[in-house]
């Protein structure tokens, strides 16, 4: 009778765990390594069809794994970006869309989603969480860190009559100092950088052993303004083998009135020094991949490369983000995890950065939740799907701006009615509301404005309607947008940033 009983329950147990499967044990899933980049655009890397920067180590990332050509941020600056992101939420249902505000202590981060299904999480260099806030990572550096650990090293001297770089007061020095124009080192060795240092970390952190999976964040500064690379990268790019872009005869009124007297000798310089710092990332790429393979942990790690926006290169006379153009709002996006995703997979599917928080959920075996707003890649990274999203959405508070694209066409709104506070004004009358309209298969420049074109006024008035619907469903707070249906209305009010104001709320 005792077998019997042990027997019947045996059975019970066995079916109950089949119509009701337990969740896969946090030992079972697999780990998350996160590499991020700041202001690398998608077009100055190798895989994506730059013939003249060196990126190795990114370029076999992508061999390896999926990489996605036309991924897009929702925010071209540094924190709204990262902090929609981090959390798979749009910059403002955050709450945060300006450069100064502070992730909100009440959003939920990835780093929080995995710690809660048993994750190791850590994050090394920058995060951008305005706030000392850890947001889930049981350690982070950053770079007060690094300026810590430094100032305990010997100082090795540098090589007699190479010029530095001097100390980066953006907007303060000519453009052509703060933006590196001379392409000059840090005044470093290798070894002494910040993003060599965040790199180690990364390593050392993975060379460790682990019972738990982990979720590991390395968040490297370069190549951000102003391009820093160290003294043994000089004379890697030549300026004058550079191209200064071409200028369009509608960019007069709105290129930053700092940049106006750049020479192209000049530009060509940035252009220069920006290269190289992207290749200086790059070695630290391949310093991270290198020691998880040296770990024995390819296999079992969900790898993400990341820009956290795209950045113009003398496109339309800028030299920044903080815009509308493809440049600024595209970036790399590579994902590697060999039991789920087939070697060197290209997707063209449109997509956005709040859809890799779903992803990531969806790969580790996690419920994704409802408070998450992008949608899971899986599926189009894996090759079941070709399509992903009919358009895309990125928005630009500090200017009161806002774009559309779908896979041709691109409509972008400006309020104009607000001097810019980012340093990047053109110092011309505000021009009040104003939409462009561009053919991307036809001028992937982006310098005709088709606008009043006849032929165009209906898909203008569906991306209007789009956009003001994506402003009602990702408003964070009340009572800001209007009872309308106008969209013209709701796009005046929404583009307006209403920020919160501290980490706490």
Known sequence: MRNFMFGFALLAAVVAVVRDPAPARAADRPNVLWICSDDHAAYVTGCYGNSIVRTPNIDRLAAE???????????????????????????????????????PQSEVTLAEMLKEAGYVTASYGKMHFNSGLKHGFDERLDMPDWQQWRRRQPQRPLPEGVEVLPPWKP???????????????????????AGTFFAQKGAEFLAQKHEQPFFLMVSFYEPHSPFHFPVEYRGRHRPEAFTVPEVGPEDE??????????????????????????????????????????????????????????????????FEKHCSYDPAVSAPLILRYPPRFPK??????????????????????????????????????????????????????????????????????????????????????????????????????????????????????????????HIRKTQRLPGILPETEDPDAILEAGVQPHDVQSADE
Not at 358 to 371: A, F, I, K, N, S
């Open 65 to 103: 794994g999926v990489r996605f050509a036309r991924a897009f941020c929702n925010a071209p600056i540094c924190t709204a970006s990262r902090q929609s992101f981090i959390t798979g939420r749009y910059p403002r249902t955050v709450g945060v869309t300006l450069l100064k505000s502070p992730l």
């Open 171 to 193: 907007f303060q020095d000519p453009a052509r100092i703060w933006l590196n124009g001379m392409c000059a080192p840090f005044a470093a060795w290798d070894s002494e950088m």
């Open 253 to 318: 009124d709105q290129i930053p009135d700092i940049f106006r007297n750049l020479t192209d000798d000049e530009k060509r310089g940035i252009n220069a020094a920006y290269y190289t710092s992207v290749e200086f990332m790059d070695k630290n790429v391949g310093l991270v991949l290198t020691a998880l393979r040296q770990a024995g942990l390819e296999d079992d790690t969900l790898v993400i490369y990341t820009g956290d926006h795209g950045y113009m290169l003398g496109h339309h006379g800028r």
């Open 344 to 469: 060197g997979r290209v997707v063209h599917a449109l997509t956005e950065f709040v859809d890799i928080v779903p992803t990531v959920l969806e790969v580790c075996g996690l419920p994704v939740p409802d408070r998450v707003q992008g949608r899971s890649l899986l599926s189009v990274a894996d090759g079941r799907t070709e399509e992903h999203r009919d358009h895309v959405i990125v928005e630009y508070a500090h200017n009161d701006e806002i774009m559309i694209r779908d896979a041709r066409y691109k409509l972008v709104y400006q309020r104009g009615k607000r001097v810019r506070d980012d340093g990047y004004d053109p110092k011309r009358p505000l021009p009040g509301p104003t939409f462009k309209f561009f053919d991307l298969q036809e001028d992937p420049g982006e310098f005709r404005n088709l606008v009043a074109a006849p032929e165009h006024q209906e898909r203008i008035a569906s991306f209007k309607r789009l956009l003001a619907e």
